[in-house]
């Protein structure tokens, strides 16, 4: 049994060795094929059944057919010889795994795309920061662009503040003054009255120290071209305005009397007078220390 199972090769033969094995065997099975079908037809007799009708004068009565011979049974066929059995397939070639080099290349590929998506999560990740320190520094950027505007604003409120307040002290400096020169004047012209009432006791000497009839109109004339004003009064109202002067013209007061009605106006007139600064003297080379000017719209 060994040697039986050392001589029997079980290896599929080459592809070249199963031509002239498949000729053989076809060869052999046609030839069965023919020697049963010979077998068969040899055997078998051909029988001739021939039929003659008499005619007679006379009804016969036909003799009986004689009975046909029971044919021979068929013979038994041979048994066929069983057909050889086909060859075995040759064995799947069990599958090989990848080779060495398929196997680096695949590590390769793996490594590279894991370092792809290491970049790309490297690059998104400094991206998102890159963004987030750009809103920071744009909100640092808005809340400085807003305290330096709330430091103007403040330093604005500030100065105009302080300008006010010295406005205010420069405007009361100089009301103080005016009024501390008028009271002056007035003392002095009040002296000076007293002493020409003292030295001259006529009326006459009196009366040629006031003003000409046409000085008041005079004084009219030199403020009106320094009044600024648009507006449109209806009819032609009255502004009494007291102006209080030095002995050299020069314009140290001036208040308003009786308004003409509308604001506007009172207030150009008390502009135009400030503007002037300067009264012209009188006739007698005298400027009065108080009078009292008459303005009108349409004069």
Known sequence: MQAAADTLDLTPPQAGRWRGPLVIAFVVHLLLVLALTWGVGWQRDTQVVMEAELWSRLPEVAAPRASEPEPPPPPEPEPKPEPA???????????????????????????????????????????????????????????????????KREAQAAKEKTEKAAREKEAARQQAQLEAERKKNLERMLGQAGAMGSARSTGTAQQSSGPSATYAGKLVARVKPNIVFTDTVPGNPRAEVEVRALPDGSIVGRKLLQSSGHKGWDDAVLRAIDRTATLPKDENGKVPGTLVLIFRPQD
């Open 85 to 151: 059995p086909p060859p075995k397939p040759a064995p799947a070639p069990e599958p090989t795994g990848p080779s060495e080099a398929e196997i680096a290349l695949q590590k390769k590929r793996e490594k590279e795309r894991e370092e792809k998506l290491r970049l790309e999560a490297e690059r998104k990740k400094q991206a998102e920061a890159r963004r987030k320190e750009e809103q920071k520094q744009a909100e640092r950027e808005a809340a400085a662009k807003r305290e330096a505007e709330r430091k």
